[in-house]
T-cell receptor, first 117, second 112 residues
């Protein structure tokens, strides 16, 4: 149980294009999903918190017009990197918090490697 | 130091030995979690310890929490080559609205 999937696992795009990344909780309903960014050999940095049916909350320094987040259902959140540039190349990971999770146990997706040429 | 900072940054041991990683944090927490990440992969949840717990076991893993020192340790006993990965602690600070703050991680290499 508690499986989170991400799609695609890897994407290469040209500068200026937009890329959508999906995060799904496969066997549970996720009250909240989180989006992280990870640079090589670095830790995870929280980008935003996504609650079903409401606007995402972005961390300081994260451009909400650049990183569009939609949490359309209790099992799906999407992150769209708009007008991507090479500096947006990174490893993006989502996590989902179970609705029944009393202790904030979060389950992570396998990540999406974005390379912007 | 940052919230959830691990040490050592890198640890290399022989198969069969025990590996101990430490994590320090700054604020009051609801709980602390340890995760493992293999290179280029997502995070695997290992164990969660609540702020009112002092020690927890799961298989070959032993986690301790000392809230007075704001520190935690992860012990992996009888290590295997497959344990080679980066290990992160993550804290759930009180009032953070369930956000996790990750440390920089410890890269563990277990040599066969």
């Amino acid at each position: 149980g508690a499986v989170v999937s991400q799609h695609p696992s890897r994407v290469i795009c040209k500068s200026g294009t937009s890329v959508k990344i999906e995060c799904r909780s496969l066997d549970f309903q996720a009250t909240t999903m989180f989006w992280y960014r990870q640079f090589p050999k670095k830790s995870l940095m929280l980008m935003a918190t996504s609650n079903e049916g409401s606007k995402a909350t972005y961390e300081q320094g994260v451009e909400k017009d650049k990183f569009l987040i939609n949490h359309a259902s209790l099992t799906l959140s999407t992150l769209t990197v708009t007008s991507a540039h090479p500096e947006d190349s990174s490893f993006y990971i989502c996590s989902a918090r179970t609705r029944e999770g009393a202790y904030n146990e979060q389950f992570f997706g396998p990540g999406t490697r974005l390379t912007v040429l | 130091s940052q919230q959830g900072e691990e040490d050592p940054q890198a640890l290399s041991i022989q198969e069969g030995e025990n590996a101990t990683m430490n994590c320090s944090y700054k604020t009051s927490i609801n709980n602390l979690q340890w995760y493992r990440q293999n290179s280029g992969r997502g995070l695997v949840h290992l164990i969660l310890i609540r702020s009112n717990e002092r020690e927890k076991h799961s298989g070959r893993l032993r986690v301790t929490l000392d809230t007075s020192k704001k520190s935690s340790s992860l012990l992996i006993t009888a290590s295997r080559a497959a344990d080679t990965a980066s290990y992160f602690c993550a804290t759930d600070a009180r009032g953070s609205n369930y956000k996790l703050t990750f440390g920089k991680g410890t890269l563990l290499t277990v040599n066969p």
